[in-house]
């Protein structure tokens, strides 16, 4: 059995606080997808994760982890570089409804912070964050690895889970 | 939708804004990762920063596919490259801007020390596509750059001689480019040094002043003949020109008396130099910087490397041209012997240097060139000299036609010009000039 995911508490706080999250996956022909999330939450155990995407920006990416269940997240904070990658491979998707609302209001605003901190406008923020909640889908998954991403000496460090 | 080309999206290239990649390891695990850079190649090509050892490395090498996501740096629109991999270069012309645009990436991410460049990631870009969104509007096009390189392309079209063609190019940087710091510098080819011929904006011109090949971002763009472009200057010695030590100590001819101090910026943060090039052949390079970051874009450096090309052939055809024919020389005011206290010119061979009152002047090819002229002036009272017979004077050490001699001689004028008032070189026609002497000369070796 491989060491269960235990993320450190600092890397935990700056996840669940709000910073930017990239999402990947590919398809059968090991093709890679990509998309950036407009908004990212934790369980209360930390278990499970879950980023919004936007549908229109992000058919490829949505299809491939409906296909395969694979995905790859990296959690970063652009002021610091401070950065995480959580993989999974049985990643579940739903349409986001009115439960999600106050989540990505909380996420948006700690975006305007964390995009401000490296000089960019909040309107930078709000376009680059924009969505319909109508358009977005929530993609659920419980991390099987995990690695510091951040660069320097400890890059690609793994945090638990499979090598 | 009309397809983005590379070229409409070369704002997300800037590094500004870091890039992500997905790339898939051969176990079919995807993978994502933050890219410093992302350059721009030509229209089917760009280069990604290999900075680490890392997944994305691994994954790359055993599955050349990968996607990487652009963000506009002012619409904040997506871009996705559907991208793939065909090779690394760990030198060279392209490595070397990479290497130099990273220096100012790391600067102003305050990750100077982590980022260093290992290799230049060529890959094929098999398709752009731009992702739906909600952008802000995009910002006005600049000043007509198209329009500044029309006019800078008439002036140089007008020129006769080397020194209109860089008065020129000065004219167009700061009159049309809103460019406020500037030189030129050209290649001395058997030193393998860049000497500064023209500048403007400092408060000393530093002309004569010199640079090695391969020293900072001039030197760079002269060894690697590759513009060098750097948004937020490092304080990496490498890149620092104003920051180096003087010359080293075990080259005798280069004595700390013979140093024209660099005239350019003690702490500039913008910095871009373009080689000038004509026929295959570097003959130097055009450099501008400003105190400000983020000074020069690609849309400046396309500008520059124009202005560049059009300089290095002005430069090319005007010393090619024949001279003209001997004028009468009866016309001239020979030997005019001049009045009042005496220029002491002493010249040292061991390097050319020429000192007048103990003041130095100036060394190599064009110290040679003053020396010899002074002398002719004394022993034959002769005062008008062509181009020709420099270039056949075996004494001077010309190499060839090639060695800018045209540059060497307006060297020589403009460091006479702020030195020394009373001995002056005028031109008199082309491949002709004279030799002005208001006081009486005398002459000392060693």
Redesign the interface.
């Known amino acids: 059995m491989p060491a269960p995911v235990r993320l450190p508490d600092d890397l935990l706080a700056l996840m669940r606080r709000g910073v930017s999250v990239?999402?990947?996956?590919?398809d059968a022909a090991?093709?890679?997808?990509?998309?950036?999330a407009v908004g990212s939450d934790m369980s209360a155990d930390g278990r499970s994760v879950t980023l919004y995407l936007?549908r229109?920006?992000s058919r490829q990416l949505l299809q491939d982890i409906a296909a395969?269940g694979?995905?790859?997240?990296?959690f970063?904070e652009p002021a610091t570089?401070r950065?995480v990658?959580l993989?999974g491979?049985r990643a579940t998707s739903r349409q986001a409804g009115p439960q999600d609302q106050a989540v990505l209001a909380r996420y948006l605003a700690s975006m305007e912070q964390e995009i401000a901190r490296v000089g960019y406008p909040p309107?930078?923020?709000r376009?680059?964050l924009?969505h319909r909640l109508e358009d977005v889908v929530a993609v659920t998954f419980e991390p099987d690895?995990a690695?510091d991403?951040t660069?320097?000496p400890r890059?690609?460090t793994s945090l638990g889970g499979r090598p | 939708m009309k397809r983005p080309t590379l070229g409409d999206i070369r704002a997300c290239l800037e590094g500004a804004i870091p890039a992500v990649l997905a790339t898939c390891a051969a176990d079919g695990v995807p993978n994502v990762a933050y890219i410093s850079q992302v350059f721009y190649v030509d229209e089917q090509h760009v280069a990604l920063s290999f900075q680490f050892f890392n997944k994305t490395r691994q994954n790359i090498l055993a599955n050349p596919r990968a996607t990487a996501l652009l963000l506009h740096p002012v619409t904040a629109e997506f871009f996705r490259l559907h991208i793939r991999y065909l090779r690394t270069e760990t030198q060279g012309p392209l490595f070397e801007g990479m290497k130099a645009q990273l220096a100012g990436i790391a600067s102003h991410s305050g990750m100077e020390g982590v980022f260093r460049l290992l290799g230049s990631d060529i890959y094929q870009v098999e398709q752009i596509e731009a992702v739906p969104g909600e952008p802000l509007p995009a910002p006005p096009a600049r000043a007509a750059r198209l329009g500044a390189l029309r006019r800078c392309s008439e002036r140089l079209a007008r020129c006769t001689s080397v020194e209109e063609a860089l008065n020129g190019v000065m004219a167009t940087l700061t009159q049309d480019l809103d460019v406020r710091h500037a030189m030129v510098l050209m290649l001395d080819e058997a030193a393998q040094r860049l000497y500064t011929v023209a500048s403007c904006g400092y408060p000393t011109s530093g002309v004569g002043s010199e640079l090695r090949v391969g020293e900072g971002v001039i030197g760079v763009a002269a060894r690697e003949r590759t513009p060098v472009r750097i948004g937020h200057v490092t304080n990496a010695a490498l890149y620092n020109q104003a920051m180096r030590s003087s010359f080293e100590q075990d080259v005798p001819d280069l004595q700390p008396v013979t140093e024209i101090p660099y005239p350019g910026l003690a702490e500039p943060h913008s910095q871009l130099a373009v080689p000038v090039l004509a026929a295959g052949r570097l003959l130097g390079v055009l450099f501008v910087e400003s105190p400000h970051d983020l000074q020069f874009g690609f849309e400046d450096e396309d500008a520059l490397v124009a202005i560049a090309g059009h300089l290095g052939a002005v430069i090319d055809l005007v010393q090619a041209r024949p001279e003209a024919p001997e004028g009468p020389e009866a016309a001239a005011p020979t030997h005019s012997s001049g009045s009042g206290a005496a220029l002491q010119l002493r010249h040292f061979a061991a390097n050319d240097s020429v000192f007048i009152n103990e003041t130095y002047l100036i060394k190599g090819v064009a110290g040679a060139i003053l020396w010899k002229l002074v002398r002719d002036y004394v022993q034959q009272g002769r005062t008008e000299f062509s181009n020709r017979e420099l270039r056949l004077d075996p004494s001077l050490g010309l190499p060839d036609i090639s060695d800018n001699l045209e540059a060497r001689l307006l060297l020589l004028q403009r460091r006479l010009q702020e030195q020394s008032p009373h001995l002056r070189i005028e031109k008199t026609g082309r491949g002709r000039f004279r030799l002005v002497v208001d006081r009486p000369l005398q002459l000392l070796e060693g």
Do not use: C, D, L, W
């Open positions: 990239i999402a990947g996956s590919r090991m093709r890679p997808s990509i998309m950036r936007v229109a920006q395969t694979h995905v790859a997240v990296v970063s570089h950065t990658q993989k491979s309107e930078m923020t376009a680059m924009a690895e690695y991403q660069p320097g890059a690609g």
